[in-house]
């Protein structure tokens, strides 16, 4: 028997933890934003690895950085600085408001080290009555115990016994209850500035402009969590630019390393200095792979022609959008920023997201859902406008047979 026949997907139940459930298809091969699987049928590929592959896949520069970094040095630890990180570090300085960087290995792990380092300065400069974490209902911001926790869905950090403590959840863009909810008692704000997970659901201006007041009236530090809104999603390096609102901490990961397992926490120097050495750290944290593909990633993301080019392409996308639920009527809207952007169900189709996935792979789009009513769409920033149209047509169809029954 061929390789190709016994690595399937049957062998997942045998052989992994029952902790995810991935399609029948085995993908092998991508480039650009089309995706191959075993039996050569390909995909045009809408979901980009859960908005990480900004750049697509296989895309020349990351190659180049990836077998150039490989034949020099992988890795070292935090016992030695290296040349990747460095330069990384360096450029996202030069790049945001930040004058210090942490590197990880994911989201989970820069969203850690963020709330770590929260509640470590609220400790230093004030006491420890001082621990409030204010975050939202539907955010999302990882899986370890602290980060779920954080995230506004109990139902992902329930069943595991004692949750961390302090830890207040407030409904999205009301700035009522984040008025009452502040107090001296107050350490940081977690939120994203448009949830991703939720939902696909933007912060009103008032609101993210309310929570930057009543931080800095309450001497609360405000973390934008920029997994998924920032390397260019949005359109905007980091969705914080877009808004004028600047974050105290801010973590970056998934399409910072666009497929290479990376992360960061950004942040000023004066909050910086309070993780001092032995306070906090990761083994692969500025590994030197991983930051020489990230900065491939950042260099090709930030010539001239890539961001300004993701309005016109998410325009593109809705308007396409627009034009099938014209046809079919499935979608009450589609909202987002850049190419982060999620088609809400309507009223006749609610909580069947998921089935609109499905019939798209089976039609040869991929694409993703952010809960169970919205079809989310987070595809290359570079995606071609002929790969769209073309995703799109397949999506079609695949919007019509779920019409159809
Ligand atoms: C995906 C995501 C995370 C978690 O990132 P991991 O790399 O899976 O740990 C955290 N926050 C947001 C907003 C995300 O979208």
Redesign the pocket.
């Known amino acids: 028997m061929s390789e190709q026949t016994t690595l399937n997907r049957a062998l997942f139940d045998e052989v992994m933890v029952p902790n995810y459930n991935p399609a029948a298809i085995v993908p092998v091969r991508g480039e650009g934003s089309r995706v191959w699987d075993q039996t050569g049928r390909d995909f045009i590929d809408f979901a980009g690895g859960?908005a990480v592959s900004c750049l697509g896949h296989c895309h020349p520069a990351m190659v180049n950085a990836l077998t150039q970094q490989g034949q020099k040095l992988w890795h070292l630890s935090n016992v030695f600085t290296n040349e990747p990180a460095l330069k990384l570090a360096q450029t996202l300085v030069d790049h945001t408001f930040a004058e210090r960087v942490y590197f990880a290995n994911?989201?989970?792990?820069a969203?850690e080290a963020a709330l770590k380092l929260a509640r470590r300065v609220a400790l230093e400069r004030f006491d420890e009555t001082k621990d409030q974490i204010i975050a939202f209902k539907q955010g999302?911001?990882?899986?370890t115990f602290f980060t779920v926790t954080v995230g506004g869905q109990a139902a992902y950090s329930d069943g595991f016994g004692p949750k961390p403590g302090a830890i207040d959840h407030l409904p999205f863009n009301d700035v009522a209850s984040l008025k009452e909810a502040f107090s001296e008692r107050t350490c940081a704000v977690m939120i994203?500035p448009m949830q991703?997970?939720g939902g696909i659901i933007p912060a009103s201006d008032e609101f993210l402009q309310a929570v930057r007041d009543l931080c800095n009236q309450h001497n609360a530090l405000l973390i934008f969590?920029e997994?998924?809104t920032g390397a260019g999603r949005t359109g905007h390096l980091y969705a914080y630019q877009k808004y004028g609102i600047v974050p105290d901490i801010l973590t970056s990961?998934?399409g910072l390393g666009g497929g290479f397992p990376i992360?960061a926490m950004l942040t000023t120097a004066e909050i910086a200095k309070h993780l001092k050495v032995g306070t906090h750290g990761s083994t692969y944290g500025g590994n030197p792979l991983a930051c020489a593909v990230a900065q491939s990633v950042l260099d090709v993301i930030t010539t001239p022609d890539v961001l300004p080019a993701v309005e016109a392409k998410s325009q593109r996308f809705r308007d396409g959008l627009a034009a099938i639920n014209a046809k079919y009527h499935v979608f009450s809207e589609v909202r987002g920023m850049g190419l982060l952007l999620g088609a809400a169900l309507n009223a006749d189709y609610q909580g069947r997201a998921r089935d609109f996935l499905v019939a798209a792979a089976e039609h040869g789009t991929m694409c993703l859902v952010a809960g169970a009513n919205v079809v989310r769409f987070t595809p290359s920033l570079v995606i071609s406008d002929q790969e769209i149209d073309e995703g799109l047509a397949r999506f079609e169809k695949a919007v019509a047979q779920v019409v159809a029954g």
């Open positions: 859960i994911s989201g989970a792990e969203n999302f911001h990882g899986r994203e991703g997970e969590d997994v998924q990961a998934k992360a």
